[in-house]
């Protein structure tokens, strides 16, 4: 994944999965944003934020890119083990068992008053422990390359 980007793709209901949603040109128009903020091994922690907010947004855009959620076996996102984790590592993985996206921050206009609305949520714990382990696996097997 580069450095970042935008995915400017309508979205839509899917052809054959109807409780997916997918890019479909017949569909409402769907702007994300993307930052890449640190790679790992097979992995990618990105940074979003949403021009639109269409169901799934994030969902279908990543996975577009074909760098789906870790986690969201709905829209591809499989256990991606790096060769020669730890078995820690493995398990961490295999065992996550939602799509690793949260909202740090919500921002919006209240529909009554026009005020404007923010939000603000650390990330859970699991979701920091992940990305630790993914660092460390990272850097250890960046260091057996030389």
């Known amino acids: 994944m580069t450095a970042g980007g935008m995915v400017e793709k309508p979205i839509g ?6 409780t997916l949603m997918a ?16 790679h790992f091994r097979e992995h990618t922690r990105i ?12 969902r279908v855009h990543m996975s577009y890119l074909q760098h789906p959620l870790l ?7 499989r256990a991606r083990i790096p060769r020669g984790a730890s078995e820690e590592l493995t398990q961490m993985i295999r065992s996550f068992d939602r799509q690793a996206l949260h909202a740090v ?4 206009e209240h529909p009554s008053t026009g005020e404007e609305m923010q939000f603000h949520a650390p990330v859970p714990d699991d979701m920091v422990a992940m990305a630790e382990a993914l660092r460390e696996d990272a850097q250890l097997n960046h260091e057996e390359e030389y």
């Open 47 to 58: 940074r979003l934020r949403l021009e639109t907010g269409r169901t799934h947004q994030i």
């Open 105 to 108: 921050m919500l921002k919006f």
């Open 13 to 18: 209901r899917h052809s054959t999965k109807r």
């Open 71 to 77: 986690g969201d076996v709905a829209y591809g996102g």
């Open 23 to 38: 890019v479909n040109e017949l569909g409402k128009p769907a702007i994300t944003h993307y930052r890449v903020a640190e």
